[in-house]
């Protein structure tokens, strides 16, 4: 090969250029070619001469997941020990962006003292269906929930000196044919739902570094998708890092490279050859050396944290994982039966193998190497008197659910009759949710529901401690005396329930995520799991609660949803901001004798818009802990962005004009005071073109006055001709102007000219 004139040539070396642009015009095609894809599974090339090393990525997005062994394939166990955090679902239950970031500096502490560059999370998909294989592994069905969240995960890792890597974009909504079938979605829900908490976290915690998906866009595979990448990331959010390819998604590095992604990952050296082709074409040759020194960029933006490890605190951070677990379990339902009296003479019986051998993650290429590992069982025993009797029976099998053994159910059940506090540990086994399949059952486990119908036949007051990563049936719950929804809690989970349990800990958690009656009620259900290699995400933006309390759907336990040890009174004002945003006020006191966090959710009730919304969106949140007896006020900043619709006509965020009610919530459907507001609207509307119809004209403000000059016609007259007929206008007022003006109606070809000149934009 020769190289053209004017390019680097391997022999060259020189002093080494200071910028990192000037670094990558230093490279030359051959290392270009190279250094846009990894150097193998979990690193990116070096390039020697120049002293640009090597960076490690490894997972995510709960803990770090670096492979003890042989980096040049995957392997799932035996990672390097680290902090099993809470996963993603846990972690958003708090609704506690704090606590999020306080967990993303340990992951960032972790990272660093591993010598790893960049962690692969958070993960932000929009959890679309029940079923998705990796719920677990995102935040929330609401945009608002995991963009703030994800944000606050972010900011923590990368204050640490390392890389975070926010995945998937786009829409990688489930795992049934996922590097196979495309999400076909509409632009307007493509923004406002599947977007929006990506558009949130590059704004606002400006990561270093985000993954594309594995599932093709509309047709266009994520890590080819320019308009995602180049107009829409980088173009309209300012995205300045680095876009690496989930692993094994890129078809053809060249469209990739062009379309603006900068890493294939892992290695492949094969595509080497077409990049080096594509590389003598001029107008190639500067989009990857944008690329290269966008991965210089990672290089310098990590070095110094690289240079200098740090040891982390995995005791701190065990108890940080406990802490935050807490915080992210939902106290679903609670008949007087919590907290327990853990000093009371008293007979416990648990009941449940997963109260032995705890569920705590989920499987794939999150799953982390824990440092240690409490069971809840283990916790209790620890905690309680030494005049409680603990009665423990596993009750139940995991991995089989053929009918189980009736003696094992049988012990379980005398163990219940004889006991004062009966806590039956429940949820989904290991092998149900795991990357790469989605769930196959909305229920638990046979052998588990059977357990739960003898207790409640017995009693009314039996704990059911749930641990799954994404909903399940809750038919049985209102049997229960209480419910408590711990997710999947992370290595630390099984003394966070026991805190819980025993009122050491408040249950910190809301539901960021709606539980539904039947799977069948979801609204993505009817085309689940798509056919053909198509998705379609035919219910717009009427995901999660936004449907079901738009079509007043019954459902389990609604989207917000979570009790607490305590109670509170509440009020509110709100008022509109100069931005057209709004400032709402709260004040919450605590009326019960513990201390609790109260989580305010606001949500928007549009009356303006001209596009069908859901009948309310959650446009911000605020938690707010209060001692018994006191009051805390709390302000909540809504922005006017957080208030728009997409507009297919405007190309644009549209914020309209006029009426709308702010609703201040403890779920999205125990709303306690509502405000009346009048919001200026941004101004933003799509433009009256020849193509739109006489009606639509004379209904717009902008477009009536100019018809009317244009007919010779005063307000408020009537309209001239056969128009002043309204079963006319009703016919003829359906034609586009353009066609209207062949009609001999009293507009005419010139006249259409100046009303298109005259008619505001
Ligand atoms: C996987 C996942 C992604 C992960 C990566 C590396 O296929 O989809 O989340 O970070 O590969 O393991």
């Known amino acids: 090969m020769t190289p053209s004139v004017g390019r680097p040539t391997p022999g060259e070396a020189g002093p080494r250029p200071t910028s990192s642009r000037d670094l990558a015009d230093a490279l030359t095609i051959e290392e270009l070619a190279a250094v846009t894809s990894g150097g193998d599974f979990w690193s990116t090339q070096a390039v020697e001469r120049w002293g640009i090393p090597s960076l490690t990525v490894t997972d995510g997005p709960h803990g770090l997941r670096k492979q003890a062994a042989d980096p040049s394939t995957i392997t799932l166990a035996g990672a390097v020990p680290a902090t099993c955090f809470p996963t993603a679902v846990t972690l958003a239950s708090s609704w506690n962006p704090d606590l999020l970031e306080e967990v993303g500096q340990a992951l960032g502490s972790e990272t660093r003292a591993e010598g790893v560059a960049v962690i692969l999370g958070p993960g932000v998909n929009i959890q679309r269906h029940p079923l998705g294989g990796r719920n677990f592994e995102y935040l929330s069905e609401d945009p608002l929930v995991a963009g703030i969240l994800g944000a606050a995960l972010a900011r923590g890792i990368q204050s640490r000196g390392v890389g975070c890597s926010v995945k998937h974009l786009a829409c990688n909504n489930q795992e049934t044919g996922r590097t196979t079938t495309s999400s076909d979605v509409d632009e307007r829900t493509l923004r406002e739902i599947y977007l929006a908490p990506f558009e949130r976290i590059v704004r606002d915690a400006r990561p270093w570094t985000v993954m594309t998906a594995n599932n093709p866009v509309n047709g266009v595979y994520s890590s080819q998708h320019r308009e995602l990448i180049t107009s829409i990331l980088r173009g309209e959010w300012g995205f300045d890092g680095l876009v690496l390819s989930d692993w094994g998604s890129v078809y053809d590095r060249v469209a990739a490279l062009e379309s ?109 190497t824990p440092t240690r590992l409490d069971a809840p069982l283990d916790e209790l025993r620890r905690l309680v008197d030494e005049n409680v009797d603990i009665a423990y029976e596993p009750a139940y099998s995991l991995g089989d659910d053929t009918p189980g053994d009736a003696s094992v159910l049988a012990a379980a059940v005398e163990v219940a009759r004889s006991a004062d506090t009966v806590i039956a540990f429940v949820g989904l086994p290991d092998d149900e949710e795991a990357e790469g399949v989605d769930r196959a059952r909305f229920a638990l486990p046979e052998q588990q529901l059977a357990l739960l119908r003898a207790l409640t036949a017995e009693r009314t007051d039996v704990i059911v401690v749930l641990a799954n990563g994404s909903p399940v049936d809750m038919s049985w719950s209102a049997a229960a005396g209480a419910v408590v929804e711990t997710w999947l809690g992370g290595q ?27 799977v069948s009620d979801s609204p993505a259900h009817v085309g689940w799991p798509g056919e053909e290699g198509h998705a379609r995400y035919g219910e717009g933006v009427f995901v999660g609660y936004r449907y079901y309390d738009t079509l007043e759907r019954d459902v389990a336990y609604p989207f917000g949803h979570g009790l607490t040890y305590t109670s509170f009174t509440r009020s509110a004002r709100a008022e509109v901001r100069a931005d ?34 859901p009948v309310h969106e959650l446009v911000g949140f605020a938690g707010v802990a209060v001692e018994p007896g ?53 101004g933003v509307r799509g433009p009256l ?53 062949h009609f001999g109606m009293g507009i005419d070809e010139s006249a259409l000219h100046r009303m298109l000149e005259d008619v505001p934009a």
Do not use: C
Not at 349 to 367: F, H, I, K
Not at 504 to 516: D, H, K, M, N, S
């Open 260 to 368: 603006g992604l900068d890493l294939e990952m892992p290695a492949n050296a094969a595509s080497d050859a077409a990049v080096l082709e594509a590389l003598r074409e001029s107008a190639f040759e500067p989009v990857v050396r944008e690329s290269a020194r966008r991965l210089i960029d990672l290089v310098e933006r990590t070095r110094t944290a690289l240079a200098d490890p740090q040891p982390a605190d995995f005791d701190a951070h065990h108890d940080l994982a406990r802490r935050a677990a807490a915080a992210g379990t939902v106290l679903l339902r609670n008949e007087g039966v919590l907290p327990l009296d853990p000093s009371k003479d008293s007979r416990i019986a648990v009941l449940g193998l997963l109260a032995e051998r705890p569920r705590y993650q989920g499987a794939g290429s999150s799953q982390v």
């Open 492 to 518: 630390a989970g099984g003394g966070a329930i026991v805190d819980v349990l025993l009122g050491i800990r408040e249950p910190g958690g809301r539901l960021a995520q709606t539980l539904p009656l039947r």
């Open 580 to 613: 057209g945003g709004i400032t709402a006020t709260l004040s919450v006191r605590n009326i019960g004798d513990r201390a609790g966090r109260d989580v305010v959710q606001a949500y928007a009730r549009h009356g303006a818009a001209s596009v069908r919304r």
């Open 630 to 682: 006191a009051e805390e006020t709390v302000r909540i900043e809504i922005d006017p962005r957080d208030l728009a619709h997409w507009s297919l006509a405007a190309g644009d965020w549209v914020v309209p004009r006029g009426p709308m009610v702010l609703e201040l919530g403890a779920s999205s459907r125990d709303i306690w005071a509502t405000v009346e507001l009048d919001l200026p609207g941004n």
């Open 689 to 741: 073109t020849k193509f739109h119809t006489l009606n639509e004209w004379l209904a717009d403000d902008r477009g009536e006055p100019v018809v009317r000059a244009a007919l010779g016609v005063a307000a408020g007259d009537p309209l001239p001709g056969p128009l002043a007929d309204p079963n006319v206008l009703k016919l003829v007022g359906t034609t586009t102007l353009v066609k209207f003006a």
